[in-house]
Every structure is written in C-alpha cells, then in structure tokens.
C-alpha cells in the first residue's frame, strides 16, 4: 500500500509541475469577488482587451448584468460586441478558430473557466509575466508560458501606466474571469455565513433540549 502511495505521488507531481508550464513563483491576485466596482471595470477591459480573440461562451451577458448591478443600456453599449446583439447572447469572440490558428498557430482558447483550470494566482501572474523579446515572433514572451503564441495586447497599456494602476487593472481584470469561472460564488459564500449562523443560533435550543432530556436520566 505504502509503495503505491508513493508510485501514485512520484507519478502526480511531474504533472502538478507541467500544468502549471513555467516553474516561476506566483504572485498573489488579492482579488475579491464581492468587490462590484472592480468586477465591473474587470469585464470592460475583458471585452475591451481580450474577447476580439477569446470567446467566453457560458457567460451570458444578462447574468452580467444582474450579478455585477448593471444596467441593461450599459450592458448593451459597453459590453455587447462581436456579432451579439442582445442580452441573452453569451460572449463571442471575434475569431473564430481557423483564423485563430491562420494568425497564432493555435486558436485562443474559451476563457470562461480558465480562472478555475488554472487558479486566480495563475491568470494574474501571466499577465503580469510579459516582457520584450526580439526572437519571439510577436515581439514579446512570457515568463510563465514561455514561447506563448499571445501577442501581448497590453503592451501600450502596461507601458504608459504606473506599476500600480497596471496592476489594480489586472487585477481587475483577474477578479472578473474568477467570478465568470463561477458567477453563484458570491452567492454561495454569502449564503454560507448565513447557514452558519443559523447552525449558531440553533445551538441554543438544541443545547437546552438535551438539558431537558438529560435531566430524568442523571
Ligand atoms: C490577438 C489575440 C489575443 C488577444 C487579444 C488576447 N489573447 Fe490571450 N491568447 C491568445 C492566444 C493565441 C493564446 C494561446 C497561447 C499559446 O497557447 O501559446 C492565448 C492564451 C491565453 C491564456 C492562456 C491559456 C492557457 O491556459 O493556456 C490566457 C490566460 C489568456 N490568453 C488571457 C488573455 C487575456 C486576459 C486577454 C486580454 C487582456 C487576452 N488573452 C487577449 C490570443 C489573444
């Protein structure tokens, strides 16, 4: 038994290291779901910088709306792009596969579930982790996916901003696909405190109950 559990975990861990693709240490996304006005600003840069290639095709901008207190106008005018024209749409891409590969090599993945395949530290590290390299053929590299095929689109962003402001935007932009990798996260975790004080409360009688049946038996 003992040796299979070794077998099993020598076999597990070149696997834990190559899914992760470069071997840096991650830097901490500090994200926080609850925060609106972040998660808000987070999908304008995700449909702004990322969906002309990556579709998020089990986001539907109607949950959007709710989730994140948007209205409905400011949906459709800051949002809606790329062939969707109503609320009920999900998030197109403006690519499709084929072109994808014609211009990358490899089609730019859905990204919708990307913040949980890979963990919120993941997507913030790589977008913190692009940097100038005149032998890649889009001119930039990355230190956690090293040879990426994504050109990198926040060049001009990243460079005509202060760290910090690049930064809060990746992070931002971070809280926003960890949310769409599970939007009734919120949900749950505010419902969960709930539960728990209900647990709490019901400590009580049930504490005083057993007093009470207790008491003909001591
Ligand atoms: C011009 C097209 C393009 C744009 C715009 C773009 N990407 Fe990409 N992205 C790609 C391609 C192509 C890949 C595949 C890279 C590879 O496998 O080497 C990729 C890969 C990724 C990956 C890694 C996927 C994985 O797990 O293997 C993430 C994360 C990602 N992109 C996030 C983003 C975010 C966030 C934005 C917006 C800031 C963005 N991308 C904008 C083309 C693009």
Redesign the pocket.
């Known amino acids: 038994m003992k040796r299979l559990i070794i077998v099993c975990f020598l076999l597990c861990f070149p696997m834990l290291a190559t899914a992760s693709?470069g071997s840096i240490e991650l830097m901490k996304s500090g994200y926080d779901i609850h925060d609106k006005d972040s998660l808000r600003k987070g999908a304008k840069?995700?449909i702004d910088?990322?969906?002309?290639?990556?579709a998020a095709k089990y986001m539907r901008y109607q949950r959007i709306a709710k989730d994140l207190e948007m209205t409905d106008e400011d949906v459709m005018t800051n949002l809606v792009r790329y062939g969707a024209t109503k609320l009920s749409d999900t998030i197109p891409s403006a690519?499709t596969a084929e072109m994808?590969e014609t211009?990358?090599?490899?089609?730019?993945?859905d990204?919708t579930l990307?913040a949980n395949?890979?963990g919120a530290d993941?997507?913030y590290t790589?977008?913190m982790s692009f940097y100038k390299d005149e032998k890649a053929s889009t001119g930039y590299n990355n230190h956690l996916?090293p040879?990426?095929?994504?050109?990198w689109?926040?060049a001009y962003a990243q460079s005509s901003k202060s760290e910090e402001e690049f930064k809060t935007e990746m992070r931002d932009?971070?809280n926003f696909?960890v949310y769409m990798a599970e939007p009734i996260r919120p949900y749950r975790e505010n419902m969960g405190k709930y539960v728990l004080g209900f647990l709490v409360i019901l400590l009580i009688p049930t504490w005083l109950l057993k007093n009470e049946y207790w008491k003909d038996i001591h």
């Open positions: 693709g840069l995700y910088s990322c969906a002309s290639c990556h690519m994808g211009a990358f090599g490899v089609a730019p993945p990204l990307e395949y890979r993941w997507v790589y977008l996916m040879d990426v095929a994504m050109p689109v926040l932009l971070t696909m």
